[in-house]
């Protein structure tokens, strides 16, 4: 037997049909369907039962299935590692720009003097992809408002405060600081709720504590398309003061603190609590909580 053949034999279990594999692995129906044949007489036993249009898996069929799935996940796995091994270790990392990035970038130019054959990569992801990211093994590590459940272990890094930003030519830039009652009526831009659920929450209880209804003109999928629909005027946004608007990045903006505010707004540090964490992770979760300390 050939990992190659016990591959195309998946694929043909996983589709029931000779024809749909075939398409997927792009081989003709009938180089396929020798390839399987081989098997079965290499194995002495007829793995398909095999119908007009379509398979199915023999009792012997659904074993050599299974027992290709682990063989092929311990295959991929080994492989990883030898690549790993030349060259260097992965860090994959999911964070939210809007919170995390002011310090992310001192932590990962430290952490990458001491351990230069760990490969840092980012990507820039939602709440909602970070942990599903994290779930499926595709980030070893994620940045953003921690969320309850037993699935992520937080450390929390650095608390950060909510101000009001809207564009400088808005009625309310003229205050020092808003009230409950001046968000009144007001036109809200809000993160996408499916994708930051944290955030829509939090938002929406705190206009629902203080009896008022949250007038939701518009749902952005990130921080970039946010701030560009502030920048025209469209709302105003309650946003963490971790993002730079007071600073000269975006002149046409202007930030401003608010009376009883929602509860303070951390950013953390997550990993899995279904895998143990590597050296690697560890090390760079104590690069981030220096970095976030301002040490």
């Not at 720009?97 to 952490?111: H, K, N, Q, V």
């Not at 309650?238 to 608010?258: C, K, M, N, V, Y």
């Not at 899995?272 to 040490?295: D, Y």
């Amino acid at each position: 037997m050939e990992l190659r053949q016990l591959r195309h034999f998946l694929t043909v279990g996983e589709e029931q049909s000779i024809t749909a594999a075939a398409r997927i692995l792009r081989l003709t129906q009938p180089a396929l369907s020798r390839q399987i044949k081989a098997l079965e007489e290499d194995l002495g036993t007829a793995l398909l039962e095999r119908g007009a249009h379509s398979v199915t898996l023999t009792p012997a069929g659904e074993v050599l299935m299974a027992e290709t799935r682990k063989l092929l996940r311990f295959t991929d796995s080994m492989a990883e590692k030898v690549r790993a091994a030349g060259t260097g270790e992965p860090l994959r990392i999911g964070y939210a720009p809007s919170l995390a990035g002011e310090f992310l970038a001192i932590a990962i130019e430290r952490f990458t003097q001491f351990h230069p054959r760990v490969r840092v990569s980012l990507s820039d992801c939602s709440s909602a992809e970070m942990r599903a990211g994290l779930s499926a093994g595709k980030l070893d590590l994620i940045l953003g408002p921690p969320s309850l459940g037993p699935e992520i272990r937080w450390q929390n890094l650095r608390e950060y405060h909510w101000r009001l930003v809207m564009k400088n030519t808005h009625p309310l830039a003229e205050k020092n600081k808003i009230s409950v009652q001046d968000l009144a009526g007001e036109k809200l831009l809000l993160y996408d709720r499916e994708q930051y659920p944290e955030y829509w929450d939090r938002v929406t209880s705190f206009f629902r504590e203080n009896k008022m209804q949250a007038k939701v003109a518009g749902e952005f999928d990130g921080i970039s398309s946010l701030l560009a629909a502030l920048e025209a005027g469209m709302g105003v946004a309650l946003l963490s003061d971790s993002i730079s608007i007071d600073r000269g990045q975006r002149e046409a903006l202007i930030a401003r603190p608010i009376e009883n505010a929602p509860g303070r707004l951390w950013v953390a540090a997550g990993v899995s609590n279904e895998q143990p964490c590597s050296p690697a992770v560890l090390a760079f979760v104590e690069e981030l909580k220096q970095a976030a300390q301002g040490k």
